[in-house]
């Protein structure tokens, strides 16, 4: 990928969003010898893994298998070998737990819902199993006596997102990217069909050029691509997490609906989680906190005894249909790979795959059309 015109050398490629999912694109490319740079702003630091649990649980969304339901599947299984090359190029140690995720219901209606999950499931030949509510209280004891059932899924696991992050950014160096921290991008320069620099507010204030751009930015994507005039509908949706400390471990993740409860070392639980549209605040709130207590509560009881430690809150990028946004945009030089709302630690190993592949080779991956940012044009 050579380009011509710039008096100094510069990047292959600039990766705007030094998040999991720009920094799982930085390792991609730089693995593949480009010279790759990432603005990781120090204002917005990975706000989308600050709300997130770490659940790498595509099974447990899924009512109907459709394209993104393969999708995350996919980017699941690449996990164990995504890990792999993160903790041998860091030498640390990564958790990821295969325990599993006990989906409980309680109430009929969601009793309902599971069991079509389960139905969907079986006939694709992936691997669930129905629980009554007695043997949910046997596989964790302390769970809520009167629960109408529920459903074990042996391949939805779970790492520590913080964790992850971390060695990411790690790995990312290791291979060779570059992380220009506390530098934010302020927007782009583009002349006809190409994206030249993107300025940025880092002092003194300069602008940065590069072969090829990747927007990946969470929350804040959209009011970069406004500024190079395309519509990119990304609202940031305000999640919060609390953390507990409880008398004994809890085996395995537990969820119920919107709530769940993701087991920590030293018998720590994350509880989560909200969804709020109020901007880019991102501060805990009474409200938020209460709701997400009483959720949990209902089916796990235990808790009441449980000690607080702390509260937090973050932002994920959301879209009109809650899907990513992947692909060229109308720029023949620049990707986007944000949108990801939930699901941007699932979706980190394929996203960087996929991307590092159209970057490399010029060439769409056919199965990401429902993902072009092209569906929000008109």
């Not at 006596?145 to 950014?169: K, T």
């Not at 009483?294 to 235990?302: I, K, L, S």
Request: proline content about 7%.
């Amino acid at each position: 990928m050579h380009h011509s015109g710039s008096n100094s050398p510069c990047d292959d490629v600039l990766i705007i969003g030094g998040g999991i999912i720009g920094s799982s694109i930085a390792l991609r490319l730089a693995r593949a010898g480009l010279r790759v740079s990432v603005l990781d702003s120090a204002a917005t630091p990975g706000q989308a893994t600050v709300a997130s649990a770490g659940m790498l649980a595509p099974q447990g969304e899924m009512v109907e298998p459709d394209d993104f339901f393969e999708f995350s599947r996919y980017s699941r299984d690449l996990y164990p070998s995504f890990l792999e090359e993160i903790e041998s190029l860091t030498g640390e140690h990564l958790d990821y737990h295969r325990e599993g995720t006990l989906l409980v219901a309680s109430d009929e209606n969601q009793w309902e819902e599971l069991n079509h999950v389960v139905q969907a499931q079986t006939r694709l030949g992936l691997p669930i199993e129905r629980l009554s509510g007695p043997e949910l209280c046997r596989r964790v004891p302390g769970l809520a006596a009167n629960l109408a059932g529920g459903v074990f899924v042996p391949g939805d696991h779970w790492l520590d997102s913080q964790q992850l992050a971390r060695a990411l950014v790690k790995a990312a160096e290791a291979a060779g990217a570059t992380f220009r921290h506390d530098t934010s991008a302020s927007g782009f320069n583009a002349r006809t069909s190409r994206v030249e620099s993107v300025a940025v507010s880092s002092p003194p204030l300069s602008t940065l050029s590069a072969g090829c751009f990747v927007l990946a930015a969470g929350s804040w994507s959209g009011a970069l691509a406004q500024n190079l005039g395309f519509r990119l509908p990304i609202e940031p949706c305000h999640g919060q997490m609390l953390e507990l400390e409880v008398a004994s471990e809890l085996p395995l993740v537990v969820r119920s609906g919107m709530h769940y409860l993701v087991p920590r070392p030293g018998r720590r639980l994350l509880a989560g989680t909200t969804s709020e549209y109020v901007g880019f605040d991102s501060s805990a709130t009474a409200q938020g906190l209460r709701s997400i207590l009483e959720g949990v509560m209902r089916f796990a009881p235990f808790l009441k005894q449980a000690r607080f430690r702390t509260a937090w809150a973050g932002l994920r990028p959301d879209t009109p249909d809650h899907r990513p946004v992947l692909g060229p945009a109308s720029w023949e030089n620049l990707f986007l790979a944000t949108g990801h709302f939930r699901n941007g630690i699932l979706l980190a190993p394929a996203t960087a795959r996929y991307l590092a592949d159209w970057v490399l080779q010029g060439k769409p991956s056919p199965s990401l059309a429902a993902y072009s940012p092209s569906r929000f044009a008109a």
